[in-house]
């Protein structure tokens, strides 16, 4: 069974008003989940049976990826993902759906992995065209931001290989609620989260915000199926120790690390160094 527009509609107006918020009208933290993910996605996880995170990390090789994905997997890619052109091209990742992931940059107008900022634009039409698509921002919509507007340009220079223009049919993409919806870094998933209140704009990581969200949103899954196991989790280099760099200290990698090191059933992370 597929969700629906006035279903997405509905649950997001139940997340957005008043009443929600002072328990009048609940929604359980599962089906808020599920519903922040874009139409597409949601629909995937109903018709397949695991998940698969792939980090940006550069020890991960294409190989490796041959070899451990599945015709029943849902990837999630993060920000300036790894290996476009496989997922794009390739027979089998080219089939898979896909959901995209990015991140605002602190409070400004742009998000990683879309332009101005090194990106992917370039792929995302033919993955658009060979399996569902999914794409995910945080915080925000794609505000269309100027090279001007980068509050950090010297943290990625552009070259002049770099997309800088969205083509109209990834603006369609990003417009259409199908495919395109924004998740808020304070979502109840990660309502405990430890932020640095010295640090502006201290938010989850990418990857643990993402793996907070699907872990909730396959319980919802669950229960709609009745089925005696939840959606089986791949995460495929995350790491949980100190050999990796922590990168922007606003994130809380020692909260976020200690939870990853025990994950819960049908979750299997394969380490990268």
């Not at 969700?3 to 089906?31: C, G, H, M, Q, R």
């Not at 599945?70 to 997922?87: G, K, Q, S, T």
């Amino acid at each position: 069974m597929q969700t629906s527009v006035s279903e997405k509609i509905f649950a997001n107006i139940l997340l957005s008003s008043p009443s929600y918020a002072d328990n009048s009208i609940k929604i359980s933290k599962e089906a808020a989940s599920f519903a922040a993910l874009p139409l597409s996605i949601q629909n995937a996880l109903k018709q397949n049976k695991r998940i698969v995170f792939i980090a940006n990390n550069p020890s991960i090789g294409i190989d490796m990826l041959e070899h451990l994905l599945r015709p029943d997997d849902v990837l999630v890619l993060f920000n300036h993902f790894i290996y476009a052109e496989f997922f794009a091209n390739h027979p089998l990742a080219s089939t898979l759906p896909k959901l995209l992931f990015f991140r605002q940059i602190g409070d400004s107008k742009l998000h990683f992995g879309l332009p101005p900022r090194s990106n992917n634009v370039s792929v995302m039409k033919r993955m658009a065209e060979a399996a569902p698509l999914g794409i995910l921002l945080s915080n925000q919509p794609y505000q269309f931001p100027l090279p001007s507007e980068d509050p950090s340009p010297d943290d990625d220079p552009i070259d002049d290989n770099r997309t800088i223009i969205i083509s109209p049919i990834v603006q369609e993409l990003l417009q259409d609620e199908a495919h395109h919806s924004v998740l808020s870094e304070r979502h109840l998933v990660v309502a405990d989260y430890p932020y640095f209140t010295d640090i502006h704009s201290s938010a989850p990581s990418s990857g643990f915000l993402l793996y907070r969200l699907v872990l909730a949103a396959r319980e919802h899954v669950q229960l709609m199926q009745k089925a005696a196991l939840p959606l089986q989790l791949l995460m495929i280099g995350f790491n949980d120790n100190d050999k990796t760099a922590h990168f922007w200290q606003g994130h809380n990698w020692e909260f976020e690390r200690r939870e990853m090191s025990s994950p819960p059933l049908e979750v299997e992370i394969i380490r990268q160094y």
